[in-house]
């Protein structure tokens, strides 16, 4: 195999890392891969706020805990109440990722944004740094003094952030099996 397809496969979420900081080399390798990713429209509608600062990341997943316990959502108040969750899994670094709006109907930053987000994750896979997609940072970024905290640049909002740090354990998650069914064809 290829070592791009070793990489898509090899890759999981990591959600226990060690406290040592990744390099400035690693960091910007792996931000560099996600600004190479495609947009509609060559818009690259993206931004990237690296924290790497404990306090402002436990201060931010304590924020959405509390937030999450509220959810009417019974698995979100459940995952809120477990005992030591971290939002961000602990991680040494947490990249918030923000979308530029439009007005225009034919562009999707959300779509832009996830692009980027996917080769930031392969990137880091590739040197062995482990990654986590977080999505249950929406709660977080639905309130607008917590948003205005991270002074992004006018216009963006935050739509997703990512986990990053060296892994705790070498040996990999169990890959969730692909569900059947998912592909159709269309063939003359
Ligand atoms: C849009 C999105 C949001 C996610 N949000 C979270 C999250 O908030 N917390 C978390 O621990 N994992 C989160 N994940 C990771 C998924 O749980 C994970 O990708 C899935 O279980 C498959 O496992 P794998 O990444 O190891 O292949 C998210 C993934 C995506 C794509």
Redesign the pocket.
Known sequence: MNTVLETIKN?????SYLPEQISGDELETVLEAALWAPSGHNTQPWHFLVIQDKKKIDDMSSKTISLMKKSPVDWIQKLASREGYH?F?NAPTVIVISGRKSADPLLFPLADC?AA?QNL?LAAESLNIGT??????KFLFDVPEEVKTLSLPEGYHPV??V?LGYKKEQLR?T??ARKEGTVGWYRA
């Not at 890759?11 to 959600?15: A, H, K, M, T």
């Open positions: 890759r999981r979420s990591i959600r939002l899994h996830s987000i994750l986590c997609w977080i999505g249950l940072s997703y952030s986990a998650p890959a969730p």
